[in-house]
């Protein structure tokens, strides 16, 4: 799978622009605040139906327009796939594919999956255990169209049962048929979402963990620990049992929303005790496996956008990186990078390399390196 | 804004307060009626104050009605133990252009949802349960909305009423009439092949 060709139209910074790109790498040099990002943003949402920097809509329009329109033309299993992102102040997101509408942006998820790597990923062992789950949830739901159903479904009742808590306090009073009407669904739904986690981890840490000795050259043991309530336990029986508690906080504190991964280095918890460049080499890993995992659940390969990791990265590890990402294991590839010549000295001796110039919402392509045509 | 009379001022917040009118097209309204004849706009206020006070919902279905017994209810020509639960007026309406249906309706007069301050209590579901409870009643068809909520109150109505001699059915989801399998979702595809209906069925119509 590969995009061939980017069109915006005042999406951000960039009035209109039009990128032809390579099957290989798409390098974006450009000093900050250019806009290289923003390239990246739009070819992610064009897999995912939103930005990953800013996930309001309204906020993603050029100054001083009302609309901004994202189109990209991909290449999957020799076919050809148009896809068409327009957004208009207080209108309906248009999502299409090959000129058909969407009735709902979740049936869009997984048909051209991306995996993006950024500085901001060690949040995912740093913060909070909702970016953990997302991160889970977000590779699960790109092969696995039933999962994203539950888990919206799932969600959508947490609140309801809260709501419904809250008015029973409120209200001093409680109903059992009016929140068993809720706990039954949502026992049967997360029992389900349980098992699709587990079963997701159990193939997946394997990967991550080959990844790290690799980036890592095998000085450190890594693991990744699922913990859930509903580990061995009946989901209904949690329920019950946290029933006392939940009335008097008020929400719900039992369930598949509390799950947590414990990412360990040596057995202890990395976020308390690893190094910086641990923790990137840790969470590098994680992206390389879900690279790994999402391209053999779909059978082709994934884009890889790398977002300044050059810049935040010691040296022998961009090295290390740069020859794994070299492997014939990874297809289209979008960086950024804010130094032309250091760019160029890590990709001494690839092929099939295109290099745009980024500055002020405007896109240079001059790279003479290009095996493919612009024809298209 | 400020307003040369107060009596202008009144009038224009009344009609700013119905939804999706803001402050200027309420204006353009007010102006709009007081360009008219006077009778127009007496008429509409007549109208208004009528609707309100005397307007009244049918004692047995809950449907909006200016007589204590609908129409629908007191029309001896449909099956009246064959009852439709439906959300609101507007489902009624829908269904009643089909001319498909030929029993009567049960108005909930809204779904469950806490999160809008709805609950069981909030809705008409006792007064179905009395009336299944009596014994006539044939077959309940739930016909709410598809979704989280108004599956909700479809899986509430059947535990409340599954114990009654009473056949439960739901109104059949699935794929619109002249839509390309291709393009139909999983979630729909899917049920839609798990609900299949046997093809004499189908031929009937
Ligand atoms: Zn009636």
């Known amino acids: 799978m590969h995009l061939k060709k980017l069109s915006l139209v005042n999406f951000k910074n960039y009035e209109h622009a039009e990128l032809n790109f390579s099957t290989g790498f798409n390098c974006f040099v450009g000093d900050n605040g250019g806009g290289k990002t923003n390239l990246l943003d739009a070819i992610y949402h064009l897999s995912f139906c939103k930005s990953f920097i800013n996930p309001i809509d309204s906020q993603n329009i050029k100054h001083n327009t009302d609309f901004y329109i994202i189109q990209g033309n991909f290449e999957l299993n020799e076919k050809k796939e148009q896809i068409h992102c327009g957004f208009k102040k207080g209108k309906k997101k248009q999502f299409q594919r090959n000129k058909k509408e969407y009735s709902r942006l979740a049936d869009h998820i997984g048909l051209l999956p991306v995996v993006l790597v950024s500085p901001e990923d060690t949040m995912l062992i740093q913060e909070g255990s909702d970016l953990r789950r997302k991160f889970i949830d977000t590779i699960i739901a790109q092969f696995d169209r039933v999962y994203l159903d539950k888990l919206i479904s799932y969600n959508r009742i947490i609140s309801q049962r809260n709501a419904l808590l809250k008015k029973f306090a409120e209200a001093r009073s409680f109903d059992k048929d009016a929140i068993d009407v809720w706990d039954e669904q949502l026992v049967e739904l997360g029992m389900v979402i349980h098992e699709k986690r587990v079963a997701f981890l159990h193939s997946f840490t394997p990967i991550f963990k080959k990844h790290f000795e690799f980036i890592s050259q095998g000085k450190e043991e890594v693991s990744l620990e699922y913990r859930s309530q509903l580990a061995g336990e009946n989901f209904k029986d949690v329920l019950a049992e946290a029933m006392a508690k939940d009335r008097i906080v008020q929400y719900s504190t039992a369930g598949i929303h509390r799950d947590d991964l414990i990412c360990t280095l040596d057995e202890y918890p990395i976020k308390k005790l690893g190094s910086q460049g641990q923790r990137k080499s840790f969470v590098i890993a994680l992206k390389l496996a879900q690279y790994d995992f999402l391209k053999s659940e779909k059978g082709y390969r994934p884009l890889l956008l790398l977002d300044d990791i050059f810049d935040k990265l010691d040296p022998s590890r961009v090295v290390q990186l740069m020859e794994l990402v070299n492997g014939s294991d990874f297809g289209q590839i979008f960086i950024t990078h804010t130094h032309e010549e250091r760019l160029t000295a890590v990709l001494e001796g690839i092929d099939d390399v295109k290099i745009f110039q980024v500055g002020g919402g405007m896109v240079k392509d001059y790279s003479a390196k290009s095996i493919t045509d612009d024809a298209t | ?205």
Do not use: W
Request: include cysteine.
């Open chain 2, 1 to 205: 804004m400020n307003f040369s009379s107060k009596l202008l001022e009144d009038a224009v917040n009344e009609f700013a307060r119905l939804p999706g009118v803001g402050k200027r097209s309420a204006l353009r309204l007010v102006l709009h009626l007081l360009r008219q004849e006077e009778a127009q706009a007496v008429s509409l206020g007549e109208s208004l104050i009528k609707m309100r006070k005397e307007l009244s919902y049918c004692k047995s279905c809950f449907n909006i009605s200016d007589t204590d017994i609908c129409e629908i209810c007191s029309d001896s020509s449909r099956d009246q133990n064959l009852i439709c639960v439906v959300e609101d007026i507007r489902d009624v309406m829908a269904i009643e252009n089909t001319q498909q249906f030929k029993g009567v309706y049960h108005v909930l007069g809204g779904i469950i949802s806490p999160m809008n301050g709805i609950g069981p209590d909030d809705l008409n579901i006792d007064s179905l349960i009395s009336k299944v409870n009596q014994g006539e009643i044939n077959e309940v068809i739930l016909a709410l909305n598809t979704t989280l909520e108004g599956d909700t109150t479809n899986f509430f109505l059947f535990k409340k009423l599954k114990d009654a001699n009473v056949e439960i059915t739901t109104i059949a989801r699935g794929i619109a009439v002249g839509d390309e399998l291709e393009y139909v979702d999983d979630v729909t595809l899917g049920r839609c092949m798990i609900n299949r209906t046997p093809y004499e069925t189908v031929l009937a119509r």
